[in-house]
T-cell receptor, first 109, second 115 residues
Framework: RKEVEQDPGPFNVPEGATVAFNCTYSNSASQSFFWYRQDCRKEPKLLMSVYSSGNEDGRFTAQLNRASQYISLLIRDSKLSDSATYLC??????????FGSGTRLSIRP | DAGITQSPRHKVTETGTPVTLRCHQTENHRYMYWYRQDPGHGLRLIHYSYGVKDTDKGEVSDGYSVSRSKTEDFLLTLESATSSQTSVYFCAATPEGVSMNTEAFFGQGTRLTVV
């Protein structure tokens, strides 16, 4: 079993739609959680950290459920520029950062 | 820009040859990581370093070795390259391990092809 698993995607949604991704992790001792965004043939970049109480950054909302060991990302009012691959990231140890395989999102006009 | 550069950016090499990829950072980050990215697998951790001369294995370390003799440089070596090591390699760095507010900064990647 992978340590971090994501919705496989791809998601193809119209502009303005709301889309949600889920990610599960296997190590109950995981401490830090993140969503990264990766554009085609580029390096990953931090989108947002995920806090226990949930957090919002503009159109993006991240949630953490420790009991069920999953995190989620909600994108509201999606834009064409949101098209990318979204990576779920979990710290599974003192200094080991583990990435999910990514979910590809494509926004159509 | 977190000052992380990878070299080379592209490389084609023959099976059985040794290859070294270099990651250089200018921010004095303590932790550095090497990942490979393949379709359907996302980024998989190869090795990481938590200080000069301190390294540990990740989930796909077989066939790879690393060295960190200076804070700013983290080298990844393929002792004898195989076609299964054709991939895109990313280096990353974080200031002090991973906490809620720690961002991992990535280099632009090295596209390695083993023929």
């Amino acid at each position: 079993r992978k340590e971090v698993e994501q919705d496989p995607g791809p998601f193809n949604v119209p502009e303005g739609a709301t889309v949600a991704f889920n990610c599960t992790y296997s190590n109950s001792a995981s401490q830090s959680f993140f969503w990264y965004r990766q554009d085609c043939r580029k390096e990953p970049k931090l989108l947002m950290s995920v806090y226990s109480s949930g957090n919002e950054d503009g159109r993006f909302t991240a949630q953490l459920n420790r009991a069920s060991q999953y995190i989620s990302l909600l994108i509201r009012d999606s834009k064409l520029s949101d098209s990318a691959t979204y990576l779920c990231v979990v710290n599974v140890g003192a200094s080991k950062i583990i990435f999910g395989s990514g979910t590809r999102l494509s926004i159509r006009p | 820009d977190a000052g992380i550069t990878q070299s080379p950016r592209h490389k084609v090499t023959e099976t059985g040859t040794p290859v070294t990829l270099r990651c250089h950072q200018t921010e004095n980050h303590r932790y550095m990581y090497w990942y490979r990215q393949d379709p359907g697998h996302g980024l998989r951790l190869i090795h990481y370093s938590y200080g000069v001369k301190d390294t540990d294995k990740g989930e796909v370390s077989d066939g790879y070795s690393v060295s960190r003799s200076k804070t700013e440089d983290f080298l990844l070596t393929l002792e004898s390259a195989t076609s299964s090591q054709t991939s895109v390699y990313f280096c990353a760095a974080t200031p002090e391990g991973v906490s809620m507010n720690t961002e991992a900064f990535f280099g632009q990647g090295t596209r390695l092809t083993v023929v």
